[in-house]
């Protein structure tokens, strides 16, 4: 099945589940990796998941980022969001820690 690419992804991250121990320092600034999941049958009616990306050596032990989000895609051919059903409530246990970098 061809998939094509959305025009655009919307999304939102919650900022108090960011781990800060892999925030990247760059020539520019601070930066956070993150990764995309496609999530094509989320009972939340979301396109992807937005996690924390980490450092191989760290998936390659089986470790998880934290899920700071989720985002949905805006169709390739016309530009509008796909029409899906309400997202169920979630409840989020954010990190107890609100000295973030920025």
Request: aromatic content about 6%; charged content about 25%.
């Given at each position: 099945?061809?998939?094509?690419?959305?025009?655009?992804?919307?999304?939102?991250?919650?900022?108090?589940?960011?781990?800060?121990?892999?925030?990247?320092?760059?020539?520019?600034?601070?930066?956070?990796?993150?990764?995309?999941?496609?999530?094509?049958?989320?009972?939340?009616?979301n396109d992807y998941m937005i996690v924390q990306d980490i450092?191989?050596?760290?998936?390659?032990?089986?470790?998880?980022?934290?899920?700071?989000?989720?985002?949905?895609?805006?169709?390739?051919?016309?530009?509008k969001q796909a029409q899906k059903k309400a997202p169920a409530e979630v409840t989020?246990?954010?990190?107890?820690?609100?000295?973030?970098?920025?």
């Amino acid at each position: 099945m061809d998939h094509p690419i959305p025009k655009a992804l919307n999304g939102s991250i919650n900022l108090s589940m960011i781990d800060k121990n892999h925030i990247v320092e760059g020539k520019n600034g601070k930066y956070l990796p993150v990764r995309f999941v496609n999530t094509p049958d989320s009972p939340y009616g979301n396109d992807y998941m937005i996690v924390q990306d980490i450092p191989r050596e760290l998936r390659d032990q089986g470790l998880k980022g934290p899920v700071l989000g989720n985002g949905r895609a805006f169709d390739a051919q016309s530009g509008k969001q796909a029409q899906k059903k309400a997202p169920a409530e979630v409840t989020v246990h954010p990190s107890t820690s609100d000295d973030l970098p920025f």
